[in-house]
């Protein structure tokens, strides 16, 4: 795995209605890491869980709404699922314009990156968004719940292998959301179930990996699976994290990464911050990690800088000073530390 040296990148979602509009700051700023852009509010295509549905048994979308229905073709649909599966099969997978016209503008005006960034929705919090008939999640249903995994593992490999059409290395991302449930009565999954799904569906990727988490959540579990990167927001919820330092520290003296979500991404707060208060709390945050045998210097080179979560609900001036606070952190930490 590379060191990534503080390079800023983001988490996926932008505010954008134009892939070229979306791609063109991406390219402007993200020289380091660049991520190609969902863009929900183009569409409801492009919304986290719609986007990754293409194939699945039974899809209905409606709105922003998303289920299965048992059709006369949906147990021939699921057998074929179990076919690819058990062979690799992932070209019934594919997640095509519509649904991702940032992925397909990127790809267009990007032929040799060395290293680019994408993302895909995990299996939790995909499975509790698409629900059944009756409105319950599809994570609830035994067969439904491994057919998931199984399905995000295919769709995982089939991104992968697309964005290495135009980049030599690849980053993915697992987003889980709703992990920030973990335990509530919203998520009444067992660890076991959680660990094997999501490792199911890291098992799709074979270049870097990461799960993202923008809350509160059970980060033993997560730092125990076969991830490269850890990404969680670090404006907020960092004491969340540093409740399971033992599991930090360890997963940092694997040679594994941080991506700090240090940059909020809600507007009103982003208008209380500037390159030194940010540089101040990332300091901050990292001098939790130090006085373990580690130094800063090693910490900052297994990092990366991204905003909190998804930047939708920003204004286009407001991505702009994403952007901006992004690189002088970036920048500053490699000036500091050396990286």
């Not at 295509?45 to 073709?73: C, H, K």
């Not at 699921?78 to 503008?105: C, P, Q, R, V």
């Not at 969340?240 to 694997?254: A, E, K, M, N, Q």
């Amino acid at each position: 795995m590379p060191d990534f040296n503080c390079a800023a990148t983001i988490i996926g979602g932008m505010p954008y209605t134009d892939a070229a509009t979306a791609c063109a700051g991406i390219n402007k700023y993200l020289a380091d890491l660049p991520a190609w852009p969902q863009l929900p509010m183009r569409t409801n295509l492009e919304n986290m869980y719609i986007q990754y549905s293409q194939g699945f048994p039974g899809i209905a979308v409606d709105g922003q709404t998303i289920r299965v229905e048992r059709g006369s073709d949906f147990d021939s649909t699921l057998e074929m699922l179990y076919f690819d599966w058990a062979d690799g099969n992932t070209g019934g997978y594919a997640i095509d314009k519509e649904h991702a016209s940032g992925l397909y503008h990127f790809a267009s005006n990007n032929t040799t990156l060395p290293l680019v960034k994408g993302q895909i929705t995990g299996p939790i919090s995909w499975g509790l968004c698409v629900t059944d008939i009756s409105g319950k999640g599809i994570i609830y249903d035994e067969t439904l719940a491994d057919a998931v995994s199984k399905f995000l593992r295919l769709k995982a490999a089939w991104l992968e292998s697309f964005m290495g059409s135009f980049s030599k290395k690849t980053v993915i991302f697992v987003d889980e959301p709703y992990l920030t449930s973990l335990g509530s009565a919203f998520v009444a999954l067992s660890n076991e179930q959680i660990s094997s799904q999501l490792t199911e569906v890291l098992g799709g990727i074979k270049g870097i990996k990461g799960i993202h988490c923008c809350g509160g959540t059970d980060w033993s579990l997560l730092l125990s699976l076969p991830i490269d990167v850890i990404s969680f927001d670090a404006y907020s919820y960092l004491d969340s994290v540093l409740c399971y330092l033992p599991d930090l520290l360890s997963h940092i003296r694997r040679g594994r990464a941080i991506a700090w979500g240090i940059v909020p991404n809600d507007e009103e707060t982003l208008k209380k911050e500037t390159p030194a208060s940010l540089f101040d709390r990332f300091g901050d945050a990292l001098s939790h990690l130090t006085g373990y045998g580690l130094s800063v210097r090693q910490v900052v080179r297994q990092s990366l800088v991204t905003p909190s979560c998804a930047l939708n609900s920003l204004s286009h001036d407001a991505v702009e000073y994403v952007y901006s606070l992004l690189i002088e952190l970036s920048s500053r930490a490699r000036r500091k530390y050396g990286s």
